[in-house]
């Protein structure tokens, strides 16, 4: 069981909007910045967030996401089928000294 | 950014050790980068096992890799390296190396090794 919570599934329509919660404590998201990774089947982990809300170059303003205490939201609005995949947060833990990831949400666009 | 490029699947007996490289270009000198390891099982998530940082040579394991997973760099070929001894069937998955920027963010992944242990 992984110490950062995500639901382990969402679905909605395409154009809709999904939001993931990571839920965490002090030791991790609390103190830490939080990441967001995308997993295409078939692809490698691609980073969509970083620094809790910052965007890499390439990934659409329909991917955002927060951070307040010791949780953190992912949103992606205007949703397409090509967005299924299995999202992850990831955050350090200071006290394990690891990276830790949630155990994944899997997103399926209906 | 960088490109990473890690060696071929392989197919293990229990018990023997293997191990995956993960070579780096671009990105600037290979000895600033820090790398680390992931690693994947079937219909798991993604787990942390450790990092190195050339430049020092310091290495970091998570606790239940401590024992039995080594993870060495050459700077000379851009390349890292993660060795799993003593390899069980439930250590099939497969293993990414990912560089690490700032904030403990995954910037960059390997395509992922396939390891299969089976007698």
């Known amino acids: 069981q992984s110490v950062l919570t995500q639901p382990p599934s969402v679905s909605a329509t395409p154009g809709q909007k999904v939001t993931i919660s990571c839920s965490g404590n002090s030791s991790n998201i609390g103190n830490n910045y939080v990441s967001w990774y995308q997993h295409l089947p078939g692809a490698v982990p691609k980073l969509l967030i970083y620094e809790n809300d910052k965007r890499p170059s390439g990934i659409p303003d329909r991917f955002s996401a927060s951070k307040s205490g010791t949780s953190a939201t992912l949103a992606i609005t205007g949703l397409q089928t090509g967005d299924e995949a299995d999202l992850y947060c990831g955050t350090w833990d200071s006290s394990l000294r690891v990276v830790l990831f949630g155990g994944g949400t899997k997103l399926t666009v209906l | 950014q960088v490109q990473l490029v890690q060696s071929g699947a392989e197919v293990k007996l229990p018990g023997s050790s293997v191990k995956v490289s993960c070579t780096a270009s671009g990105g600037g000198p290979f000895s600033g980068h820090t790398i680390a390891w992931v690693r994947q099982a079937p219909g798991q998530g993604l787990e942390w096992m450790g990092r190195?940082?050339?430049?020092?040579?310091?290495?970091d394991y998570a606790q239940k890799f401590q024992d039995r997973v080594t993870i060495t760099a050459d700077s000379s070929t851009r390349t890292a390296y993660m060795e799993v001894s003593g390899l069980r069937s439930e250590e099939t998955a497969v293993y990414y190396c990912?560089?690490?920027?700032?904030?403990?963010?995954?910037?960059?992944w390997g395509q992922g090794t396939t390891v299969i242990v089976s007698s």
């Open positions: 190195i940082v050339p430049v020092v040579g310091v290495t």
């Open positions: 990912a560089k690490v920027g700032p904030a403990y963010t995954l910037s960059d």
